[in-house]
């Protein structure tokens, strides 16, 4: 034991964990920001120290030993409790540094904007650099620290953390209702003006409650966009129906520039994602600014929650 406390390091496991995420060393390196053949010298030299073939090599891919499953577990748990008692020192609210974040356009104009001078009041050590993205990128090639998604589903295997789920809702201008009327069921949409997502170059499908099952529709759009504060904008303006987040719509709901259609059939929540480079070495800023992320939608789901409605007295029935 002491020859190998002598010959490896916490980069050495740090090195050996990454291959085994990336399942790559070319990958590995790019995130660890090292050469490849640096990566290859440090998994080398921990093989050596434990006695044990850690990965099996190809021309093409690599596999982990089962030597190397065992020791990956342990690597995980020693880098979280080093990184851990690290934080502990410097204290989570003192982290500083810079980050790197994506986000949709309507979640950060809405939700991730607003509460932003909270955090860096309380992180004056730190800078972030707020990207807006609908989709997840390479957060390894282009050096993300921490991307947010909404959606029913992940399109990716990165690493990940569910933050909440975000109701939608169904929404139209006074003036439009005025004017093509308001459905009373899930049918009536097919003779309306539809505001909808784009999902790659046809509207996205929309998934209604009809007596406790999930019915899904394909709206006749007269809008497509991938931005939502241009489809909410179209929608206040009287072009349509619209299918936006609640937290998206919550202020013109309460003043009445946009009005909530077919309340009694909601549609499916979509999920808000925190997606992450690795799982196993995260920095202490970003766990912050996850936690932050995360209580502020809980915040802005709390606020945009509609008013429950007053049961009628039995005089009145």
Known sequence: MPDFLNQASVLSLRCFVAVVNANSFTTAARQLRM?????TKHLQLLERATGAA?????????????????????CVDILEQLEGAVAG???EQAAGGH???TAPPSFASAVVAPALPKFLESHPGATVD??????????????????????EELPTKQAQLVLAQSPQVLCASPHYLKSHGTPRSVD????????CPRFSEVAETWHLEVKGQWQSIRPQAVLLSDNGDALRSACVAGAGIGNFYRFHVAEHLARGTLVEVLPRNPLRAKTIYAVLPHRSMIRPLVRSFTAFVR???????QDTQPPRRKARSAAAR
Do not use: K, M, W
């Open 130 to 151: 707020l990207v807006v993205n609908s989709n997840v990128p390479d957060l390894v090639r282009e050096r993300v620290d921490l991307a947010l998604f909404i959606g």
């Open 89 to 91: 020192i410097a204290g």
């Open 188 to 195: 009536d949409l097919a003779r309306h003006r539809c505001l």
């Open 295 to 301: 209580e502020a939608v809980e915040q802005a789901l």
């Open 54 to 74: 850690l990965v099996h090599r190809t021309t093409r891919r690599i596999s982990v030993t089962d030597a190397g499953e065992a020791f990956y577990a342990r």
């Open 35 to 39: 050469a490849p053949s640096s990566v």
């Open 99 to 101: 980050l790197r974040v």
